[in-house]
């Protein structure tokens, strides 16, 4: 039921417990204790909406920066990508495998600000050896939903 | 509604063959002039899934295209498909249909249910029919010469037929029976032991049963009985499936039908004099969502299970009784205690509301009273369309 409830609210986090509850043939006090204890829990992190930022004029950067770095004694891994998941600059941050260590994807206003953050936050941080910054040209699908989806029914308005 | 003798094309009643002339376009058309001059319909009235086909079933076609698999089958559907079908016979019913002669690939379950009248029937043949059904079965009786008998059927028996009452119709002209559960318009399931009455009466009476089991995988509380797993039923049922609903591949026209080799053989007969062969890139298609579907096809049948109580609760919430359908993917909810009749609900509230669903007696004059709504449309849709039809049945009780 759990997985289910989550399934739901991650496709789709506006759901009400009611809705929740009719969906899935159960009452709406059960759903709701399902979810604030998931809330409670840090299973459930937070409601957010799916922006299509390239349909705002604004200008936004978007780069996702692969970071070599030398494992701290003890530490390990976890002590620097804490030293990099502080700043608000990198919106997510994850250890990888293959040809470098960090996968930093963050978001700025424009270029300046990216290398901004590259050179005088993120590379000087100890243990990093080098980063290759890659700047995002086109977003296709994001979350899950394809960007340029005109939404339009392929469907007659009525069929036999 | 279904089919009636009003007489069409007036004009030049000679130029049409009387068999056709008989016949009434389906009542669901005539919506449709009136739907396509508007904009911002929510329509529930679309018989089909609003998923597109899973995306690996459209890869395998087209890479078929590609390699330039465009050319015709073998009349009764390619090898591999009728062995697929065979395996997935026998792993869901246990039943053993053999390959090369017991199964037919079809242009959907419609070109089945066509062959299988045209094989079975002669002049004056009765065909019992349940009221209300789909639209096709009484106008394909009737072009091969039959006569539709229809067997009716009601909320209060949870639109399930009863063998009192198919016996009661039998006549020593009844060559068969047409069977379509889960049901649409309904989404009624028959109970396996309500079912075992009906066959029975049609081992005694031996009569071909014709079961169009095109929801057979839609169905959410219950079971489905596959006709043919019944005593004495394999060798007179015409079982007819296809891809359609439980696979989201409508436009690929892509069915199948089994029954023993002297039904099937003659079926092949119309069918490669009409038709050839199925599409070949719909084939392959098939064949994919046999051997990997069975995993997008389930998460499919979990949605729509979910869209089904919203939808049943949605209607009872604003005031419309509804009977809860168990498979399909339709709710079929009585309108008859807003004092219309199902066309004058159906034709206000898509004027008003801009809301469509299928007017009942399209489906037969059982289904007088009721409406349609096929809840195979997005959970946003769903909620705007129930909230459409709430307003426009508080200014109907206002009125009142």
């Known amino acids: ?160 | 509604m279904a089919f009636n003798t009003k007489t069409q094309n007036k004009q030049q009643p000679d130029l049409i063959s009387n068999r056709v002339s008989s016949i009434a376009p389906s009542g669901i058309r005539r919506f449709f002039d009136l739907l396509a001059s508007m904009d911002d319909v929510i329509s529930l009235g679309i018989g089909e899934p609003d998923y597109p086909t899973p995306y690996h079933v459209r890869e395998a076609a087209i890479s078929s295209i590609e390699k330039g698999y465009t050319n015709y089958t073998s009349n009764s559907g390619m090898p591999e498909l009728r062995q697929e079908l065979s395996v997935y016979l026998e792993k869901l019913y246990n039943l053993d249909y053999n390959p090369e002669n017991q199964i037919l690939v079809t242009v959907g379950v419609s070109e089945g249910m066509d062959l299988a009248a045209r094989a079975l029937l002669n002049p004056g043949d009765e065909v019992l029919i349940p009221d209300p059904c789909y639209v096709s079965y009484a106008p394909c009786v009737v072009l091969s010469g039959g006569q539709p008998v229809m067997i009716p059927t009601c909320e209060e028996n949870r639109f399930e037929i009863s063998a009192e009452t198919v016996e009661s119709l039998i006549t020593d002209k009844t060559r068969a029976i047409i069977l379509g559960y889960p049901a649409n318009p309904t989404g009624a399931v028959m109970p396996r032991e309500k079912l075992l009455e009906v066959a029975e009466l049609a081992c005694r009476h031996d009569l071909i049963v014709i079961s169009d089991e095109i929801y057979s995988q839609l169905v959410y509380e219950g079971e489905h009985t596959c006709v043919a797993t019944l005593p004495g039923m394999k060798d007179r049922t015409v079982f007819l499936g296809g891809f359609s609903k439980a696979y989201a591949m409508t436009g690929w026209r892509i069915g199948y039908a089994v029954a023993n080799e002297h039904i099937i053989g003659a079926m092949t007969k119309i069918h490669q004099y009409t038709i050839m062969s199925a599409p070949t890139m719909s084939q392959v298609a098939a064949i994919e969502a046999l051997k990997n579907g069975e995993e997008s096809a389930a998460e499919m049948v979990a949605d729509y299970d979910r869209r089904r109580l919203i939808m049943v609760k949605g209607l009872c919430d604003i005031g419309l009784s509804c009977f809860k359908p168990q498979g399909a993917f339709y709710a079929f909810p009585s309108v008859k205690n807003t004092g219309m009749t199902s066309e004058e609900f159906a034709q206000k509230l898509l004027i008003e509301e801009k809301v469509a669903v299928v007017p009942g007696n399209a489906f037969g004059r059982c289904g007088e009273g009721y409406v349609r709504c096929c809840y195979a449309t997005s959970l946003k849709e769903l909620h705007k369309a129930l909230e459409r039809m709430e307003a426009f049945i508080n200014r109907y009780k206002a009125r009142n």
Not at chain 1, 20 to 38: D, F, G, R, V
Not at chain 1, 77 to 100: K, Q
Not at chain 1, 124 to 134: A, F, K, L, S, Y
């Open chain 1, 1 to 160: 039921m759990l997985n289910q409830v989550l399934r739901l609210l991650e496709d789709d986090g506006r759901l009400t417990p009611a809705q929740i509850a009719t969906m899935l043939n159960t009452s709406e006090s059960e759903i709701e204790k399902l979810i604030s204890k998931a809330e409670e829990g840090g299973l459930i992190l937070k409601y957010k909406a799916v922006v299509n930022w390239d349909k705002l004029e604004e200008e936004q950067v978007w780069a996702i920066i692969e970071v070599k770095v030398t494992p701290q004694m003890k530490a390990g891994f976890d002590a620097i990508a804490e030293r990099i998941y502080h700043f608000p600059e990198a919106r997510t941050v994850m250890l990888v495998s293959g040809a470098y260590d960090f996968a930093v994807v963050v978001t700025a206003r424009n270029l300046h600000e990216v290398s901004n953050f590259v050179t005088h936050k993120l590379a000087p941080i100890e243990g990093v050896q080098g980063t290759t910054t890659h700047f995002l040209l086109k977003r296709y699908k994001e979350d899950g939903v394809i960007l340029n989806d005109s939404g339009d029914s392929r469907r007659q308005k009525v069929v036999l």
